[in-house]
Structures are given as C-alpha cells and as structure tokens.
C-alpha cells in the first residue's frame, strides 16, 4: 500500500506560509535580543549597587541588589516563556498549514491564553538558563557582600 499523497500547497500559499514563519521568527529574536538586554543591566545595576554598598559602607544596598537581580530575573523568565510560546506558535502554525482548507484566521499571530502564560512562565523560571544565571550573581553578590562586611 503506498503512503498517502500529501496535497502540497500552491506556490503563493507556500509564501504566505513562509512570511507567517518569518512573522514568528521575528517576534522570537525581539524577545532574545529583549533577554540579552535585561541580562546586561542585571550585571551593570548588582554591579554598581555592590560597588556603591562598598564605597559608603552599607551592607543594606546588597539587599536592594538582590531584589533588582529578582525583578531582572522575573522579567528575564517572562522573556523565555514569550518565547517559547511563540516557537511553539510557530511550529503549530506549520502543522496547520499542511491541513488548512480556511485560511482566514491563519495568518494572526496568537498571544498565549493567561493560563498559559503562567505554566509557562514557571517553566521558565525553573529553566537552568535563568537559574544559572541569576544564581551565579546572587551568589557572586552573597559572597561579596560576606567577605567585605565581615574582614574589612
């Protein structure tokens, strides 16, 4: 028994298929360049607020130090579930295209349903990219704090 024939689309429907894709792709590297972004101030401000507890001798700047690294992380997490959402949207959209026989809500891009967007965003949390990152300068910021408060 031969496999079944898939119905390929004609070529202007394999275009529209294409800047759909493309549509995704560049939501998708907005929301990577936007992750990089918030990354760089996480170092710059845990930096400068470490730098500033240890020039006017205040332990307590390393506490607001912590909190930006928690907002920067939590923005960081919201990111990577955007992003997520929309490869997955993505990889739907191409799944549809090939069983599509209405294309007049094809093309939109879809913002995930709240529900999702907070499963997502606790996968996201937990992603050892963000844990790793983040961990790295609460740590970095917990054992610089230590050493300068309690030798000097």
């Not at 275009?15 to 590297?29: I, M, N, T």
């Not at 879809?110 to 990152?133: H, V, Y």
């Not at 740590?139 to 030798?151: I, K, M, Q, R, S």
């Amino acid at each position: 028994m031969p496999p079944e024939e898939i119905e390929r689309p004609d070529p202007e429907t394999l275009e529209l298929l294409s800047k759909q894709v493309d549509r995704y792709q560049a939501v998708v590297s907005r929301l990577a360049g936007n992750s990089l972004q918030v990354k760089t101030w996480s170092v710059t401000l845990a930096g400068a607020l470490a730098a500033v507890a240890v020039n006017e001798d205040q332990p307590g700047v390393f506490i607001v130090a912590g909190v930006v690294l928690l907002a920067f992380g939590g923005l960081d997490a919201y990111y990577l579930s955007l992003e997520r959402h929309f490869r997955e949207a993505s990889t739907r959209s191409v799944e549809r295209a090939r069983h599509a026989s209405d294309w007049s809500s094809f093309f939109e891009l879809e913002a995930p349903p709240d529900e999702d967007k907070i499963k997502l965003l606790r996968q996201s949390i937990g992603s050892p990219a963000i844990r790793a990152f983040y961990g790295l300068l609460a740590a970095l910021l917990l054992v610089a704090g230590a050493l300068f408060f309690t030798v000097f």
